[in-house]
């Protein structure tokens, strides 16, 4: 019986001379399923891709992880740092000492947030000596008259500073004297300029060695925190539990999902959105299916009654155009899928849409292809022009022979 509804259902697909009006609208809505399912991918493609672009610029300036102590600084650094490594998921750590200053150079200047960090280590656990525009990072270390600094690119285009320029740094953080607080001054001497690639921290960030960081802050011993670095970034979470439960509860480890959590909760929030709105899309194209079957059953009201005439079941009535729905619904999907990896496997491989460096943290369209959101495009168009094709089907089932031929 199934080979019956089947042949039946794929002749209906089939337009006579006169019946062309109704194939062209269920070409429109197999092009209105493939749009749909191809708007999707490439979307949630670059959403993806533009999210896990920016992941990866935070995580490569920061670390994976990070400890601290709570209410004060860490005194046992070396302690803290051996019992943090001991942790499986662990791979590497560095002490950090934070600090804010002013930073100016012969005719400008600016606020700037400092890194003290102890070069070898930190090397080890974030990435920002990959991203050098000029000098090294490890030429903190060398034994110049004056300490060194790495600035990011745009704070050195403010300053109107190079590799080899000296810049003064003032920190509010000095000595208690009759006439008030005496700032801290210290010259240092561009050894370095980075770039991210994201504005924010190109244009505050700066990097010294811990020795020259603790001149500018009271801080004499310990360090404000352990930045850490795990085996894999999608474990950060497991991995920090872990750290926390090894070092007790007077320290707190927050992995960089939670450092971040505004930003990833609210990019997650709009791609559910996008998906949700494109979807429409495909239900647009579903109601074209609708209008379609119906204008089909309208056609073959007779051709219906003959066959429940000569025995064909309520049930397969309601096969014969659910087959049919189905047929529209896989072609689109089928297409779109195919439209949509193929347009993706394009901008991907040509970089043909170029993004403003100083508004984005890449310069070209980030595409990013996630087999699970392909399937869940897929199987929701599908199920969609499933449901659309319930009620053609059902109409079709409920014609009765004896009215649909009365007039013949």
Known sequence: M????????????????????????????????AVGVLALIVVLSVYTGFTEGLRDQIIGVNSHALVQRLGSVIAETEDVSLKTRTVPGVQATTPYIYAQALISSAGQSGGIVLRGIDVESAMQVINIGQKMRAGALIDLNKNLEVPGIVLGIDMARQLQVWVGDRVRLISPNGPLSPMGVLPKIRTCLVVGVF?????????????????TARSLTDLRQGVHGIEIRVDDIDQADRVAAAVQSALGGNYTVRDWMQLNRNLFAGLKLEKIGLFIALDLIILVAALNIISAL???????????????????????????????????????????????????????????????????????????????????????????????????????????????????
Request: proline share 4%; charged share 20%; net charge positive.
């Open 294 to 408: 119906i204008m089909v059953v309208m056609e073959k009201s007779r051709d219906i009654a003959i066959l429940k005439s000569m025995g064909a079941t309520t049930r397969s009535i309601m096969r014969i155009f659910f087959y049919q729905g189905m047929v529209i619904g896989l072609a689109g999907t089928t297409l779109g899928v195919a439209g949509g990896l193929g347009l993706c496997a394009l901008l991907k491989r040509y970089k043909i849409i170029e993004l403003p460096p100083n508004v984005y943290p890449m310069s070209t369209m980030p595409i990013k292809v996630v087999p699970v959101d392909v399937g869940v495009i897929a199987v929701s168009a599908i199920l969609i022009t499933l449901l659309a094709t319930l009620y053609p089907s059902w109409k079709a089932s409920r014609v009765r022979p004896a009215e649909a031929l009365s007039y013949e």
């Open 195 to 211: 770039e991210t690639g994201m504005f924010e921290y190109d244009s505050t960030m700066g990097y010294v060695s811990l020795e």
């Open 2 to 33: 199934a080979s019956f509804e089947w042949f039946v259902s794929m002749r209906y697909l089939r337009a006579k001379r006169k019946q062309k009006f109704i194939s062209l609208i269920t070409i429109i809505s197999i092009l209105g399923v």
